[in-house]
DNA sequence: CCGTATCCATTCCGATACTG
DNA sequence: CAGTATCGGAATGGATACGG
């Protein structure tokens, strides 16, 4: 699948968005983050997704590395779908997009804590090393001299 | 267009994919953001887009308050489209992406920096009031009390 | 109950042609 | 250059049927 969607874009959002930029994606990811789901009727009842789609997506989750299927030891246990940590990492991702439809679009039932401390967490733009909040504004983008390698 | 894609998701996640999470939408506003382009051929050219899904895309940012229409005062002057601050504050969420991308499928060729300085800047997840950095499996969702209101 | 598979209607997308 | 119109194909959704 990948290179298919966004041909000819070098780009790493773009590849990114090779893998959950289709419909229903984010939010199958985000269920199963921030709700712990691990089983497709646990995501077909609360999405209302069509079952079919519903496989095909997790197929190419667990295609992706995103997810990795376990299944039940005894018979008619259902399989698990279970984020690894390249899924979890997506994390950031979910978290922008509801901080942005909290606060232009509709503000919706939930906020993220750190359940070490249960103090709210916000994703920021920051300096590496510095303490102040960047403003979007003040971001630009910048080709970069050497590629680093990729984690598996 | 509003609660026709995902409806009954009450969650802020949802209703920012309402507004940019089909095909190629943050991939425009990401060549707005961060080539500057402003112009019809300029995202065509670069992106490869059918005319006809880019009108339609560009169409929808306007009338959700993503895009600016300004047409150009002379005849035969092509209107801009330029970001509004709703716009613009998708930047953590196409930088969250270009990151994670950059880290477990391609590397791409940007990264980005602070334009007041020059220092790289990075989608960090953060208690509000605290420095360190929170781990990615430590921030979970958390129903919150009272709505905010939302920005026009 | 847990999925998978299939059929069909609808929507979305891409390529091309065309207009001002 | 900036779109609009059209058409065929792909993706999607809904319903249902099927097997463990």
Redesign the pocket.
């Given at each position: 699948m990948l290179g298919?969607?966004?041909a000819n874009q070098d780009c790493a959002a773009a590849f990114a968005l090779e893998l959950v930029g289709?419909?229903?994606?984010l939010l199958i990811l985000r269920d199963a983050m921030f709700r712990g789901y691990?089983?497709?009727?646990?995501f077909?009842?609360k999405l209302?997704?069509?079952?079919?789609?519903?496989?095909?997506?997790?197929?190419t989750f667990v295609a992706a590395g995103l997810m990795e299927?376990r299944q039940?030891g005894t018979?008619?246990?259902?399989?698990?779908?279970v984020l690894t940590q390249k899924g979890l990492e997506l994390k950031p991702v979910i978290i922008a997009l509801t901080q942005w439809g909290d606060k232009w679009v509709e503000p919706g039932p939930v906020l993220f804590a750190n359940r070490t401390d249960g103090q709210p967490v916000t994703v920021q733009l920051r300096e590496a090393d510095g303490d102040a909040e960047v403003a979007v504004a003040d971001v630009v983008a910048r080709r970069r001299q050497s590629r680093p390698k990729i984690r598996r």
């Amino acid at each position: 699948m990948l290179g298919r969607l966004y041909a000819n874009q070098d780009c790493a959002a773009a590849f990114a968005l090779e893998l959950v930029g289709e419909r229903w994606s984010l939010l199958i990811l985000r269920d199963a983050m921030f709700r712990g789901y691990t089983r497709f009727s646990q995501f077909q009842k609360k999405l209302g997704i069509a079952t079919n789609i519903l496989a095909k997506r997790l197929e190419t989750f667990v295609a992706a590395g995103l997810m990795e299927r376990r299944q039940g030891g005894t018979p008619g246990e259902p399989a698990e779908y279970v984020l690894t940590q390249k899924g979890l990492e997506l994390k950031p991702v979910i978290i922008a997009l509801t901080q942005w439809g909290d606060k232009w679009v509709e503000p919706g039932p939930v906020l993220f804590a750190n359940r070490t401390d249960g103090q709210p967490v916000t994703v920021q733009l920051r300096e590496a090393d510095g303490d102040a909040e960047v403003a979007v504004a003040d971001v630009v983008a910048r080709r970069r001299q050497s590629r680093p390698k990729i984690r598996r």
